[in-house]
């Protein structure tokens, strides 16, 4: 209460309770209305608050006192799983089938991105850079490298030439955001045949997506127990405790399926699962700042507690080129 000592003796001012006026009527009750309004708001969800910590806990630096998820947990763990089969099915039956996984839920990323960046007025001709990716696909699967490369040129060089005929106005935002839904998510992801196209290329991709997988699982519950230290303002929810998670996981099984798919060696997956852990970090934090700039939460909703594929794929496209290259120079086919 204003006027009075926090540990209860003499009041501020030096008037003693007795000398305190008369209070007029019906003032008696509104005091102790107030006095009970504030001794609630002074209360944490563990008892009295200390002195200067802001209503709601303690922000910042503390640990809160519960797990706070932040999404749909069993929706989230029901969508993984059903992904993780239909990659594992796919993989190990027709590798060709697998590619279509990855068209389909590629080119729902390049929707999801076109639409999000139309939000500032950017116009993607979906049509285009959908027809390039199908090409980088299968080009990088049947043909290797400079099939990938060639496809992602002409795809480029037909967006630009696309985009002049419609005028000068807005030119460069509209040819920009289309070269960037061309190389993110569509260019990237044509490593992942070049992956598959090895005799071992479905080990190699298994490892790929779980070693991936890791890094969001350790980082999330690592993160959510022990989280005190923010690691980013781009990205106010991770903290330093969950990236050692991350690195903790990914290191783990890193190590154990380079060693016992690919029969490499420890020291080699531990390396793999280190990057992995520092590429997914920083590609959660680059389609953080895209939202940011775009002022939007998720990409998409098409998946129950994830949000949209984008919102799954960042990671991923993050970690495909350091893990192929990592792979071919410790483990050549």
Known sequence: MEGTAADGTEPAGGQRPDERPSAPPGAA???ATAEAAGSAQDLGPQGPRPAGEPAGGSQGGGRPKGIRTG???????????VLGAL?????????????LVVLAAVGIGVVEMARALATRDAQVPMPTVLTGLVAMLAGAYWGGTIWLLGAFTLTVLVLLVQRMLKGAEGYVRDASA?????????LIAGFVPLMLSHEDGADRVVIFVAVTVCSDIGGYFAGILFGKHKMSIISPKKTWEGFAGSVLACVLCGALLVRFLL???FWQGAVVGAVVAVCATLGDLVESVIKRDLGIKDMGNVLPGHGGLMDRLDSLLATLFPIWLLLAIFIPS
């Open 87 to 99: 990659v594992l099915v796919s993989l190990y039956t027709v590798k060709a089938l697998f590619l």
């Open 263 to 265: 029969e490499g060696q």
């Open 29 to 31: 009750h509104r005091n």
């Open 71 to 81: 999404r749909n947990l069993p929706a989230a763990i029901g969508v993984g799983v």
């Open 178 to 186: 289309g070269v960037l839904t061309a190389v993110y998510p569509a």
